[in-house]
């Protein structure tokens, strides 16, 4: 519990101190090594559930490691296969499109930015996953993409939901 109010209140200070900032001095600001991919959804309040889901529930992952192990190299959606009308998008911190596809089992993203097919920097990046249309099923979320041991820092990705809990990169 003490490491999800940690890890909302790092959300909540993180968007405060992005948009109260507005003196503008030639000094860039420090980059804040944060992680908004295993905690609390920010976003639920605008997911959209319509969907009957009892063939199965679909469930993204929190986490991934696009290294080329075999463990959590994708960012995985549990049953997505199972509705084949989908789309997923993937937007970098900025809310610029590094992925979208239609039929994301055929086409899931393995960590690289789609319009110039070069590995993305490890952080943080948010989804959207649309099953039907909009006014069905609607995901928003985060999630955060590590491809070695120096990238996580001293995070634990232990509450994270992930694919494959052997990662030893999520230990």
């Known amino acids: 519990m003490k490491n999800r109010i ?4 790092t959300i909540i200070l993180s968007f405060f101190l992005t948009f109260s900032c507005t003196e503008s001095n030639d000094e860039p600001e420090p980059e804040l090594e944060t992680f908004l991919c295993c905690g609390e959804n920010p976003f639920s309040d605008s997911n959209i559930d319509n969907l009957d889901q009892t ?21 995985a959606i549990q049953n ?9 998008t ?16 055929s086409n899931p993203f393995l960590g690289l930015n789609q319009s110039s097919n070069s590995e993305l920097t490890f ?4 989804y959207k996953i ?3 249309n909009e006014a ?5 979320g985060y999630v955060c993409l590590i491809r070695d041991f120096s990238e996580s820092g001293d995070f634990s990705f232990a509450n994270c939901n992930v694919e494959d809990p052997n990662d030893p990169l999520l230990q």
Do not use: C, Q, R
């Not at 069905?136 to 928003?140: A, D, H, K």
């Open 6 to 9: 940690a890890i909302l209140f």
């Open 136 to 140: 069905t099923f609607v995901e928003f």
């Open 123 to 126: 952080g943080t990046y948010k």
């Open 80 to 88: 997505i296969d199972l509705y084949t009308d989908n789309t997923v």
């Open 55 to 75: 063939a199965g529930e679909i469930e993204a992952t929190g986490a991934f490691t696009p290294n080329g192990d075999g463990l959590n190299d994708t960012f």
């Open 90 to 105: 993937i937007y970098d911190i900025d809310d610029n499109v590094v992925f979208e596809a239609n039929n994301y089992e």
């Open 130 to 132: 649309v099953v039907e």
